[in-house]
């Protein structure tokens, strides 16, 4: 039954190539997405897959589906929804699905204090019109303090 939703889900997502790439631009809530589920994750028997920021508050997951196969993959950015002054704090979890490719492990970041952590994450999308894939950094920025997450561009 799974197989057959995730190639229903396949089919209709590859017919329509423009709702595809529009879905990679967002950071969406994991709640309900089957793709951030705990069964896309994919971590290598080295450890490869998973990065932890700000002392292991802010993990970034490499996650991939297998279908549709030219649009499988993306990431899974879990971290505290602020720094317990308002009380006991959660967890923000935030997907970006639909990449060809996304490179967790060699994610690049830097910290502006007045802005906050910025990662940049090698990725590329899928190209249905060329030869398979067009390399995109995505830039996102995190301030732990206040909970938030946004794609830069």
């Known amino acids: 039954m799974k197989t057959l939703a995730r190639s229903c889900l396949a089919a209709a997502l590859c017919a329509t190539p423009g709702a595809l790439s ?17 069964e896309n994750i994919w971590v290598t028997d080295d450890g490869g897959g998973i990065r932890t920021f700000y ?30 002054t308002d009380g006991p704090p959660g967890t923000i979890c935030r ?3 639909g990449l060809a490719s996304a490179d967790v492990d060699n994610i690049r970041s830097h910290y502006e204090a007045a802005r ?6 090698p990725t590329s999308l899928p190209d249905f019109d060329g030869d398979g894939q067009r390399p995109r950094d995505m830039r ?7 909970g938030t997450m946004q794609l830069l561009d």
Do not use: H, K
């Open 140 to 146: 996102i920025l995190i301030n732990a303090q206040r």
């Open 55 to 84: 002392n292991g508050a802010v993990r970034v997951l490499r996650i991939d589906s297998e279908e549709p196969a030219a649009a499988s993959a993306g990431f899974v950015i879990m971290m505290p929804d602020g720094d317990g």
């Open 95 to 97: 997907v970006v699905w």
């Open 116 to 121: 906050g952590l910025i990662l940049t994450v």
């Open 22 to 38: 529009a879905q990679t631009r967002d950071l969406t809530p994991c709640e309900g997405q089957w793709y951030a589920s705990i």
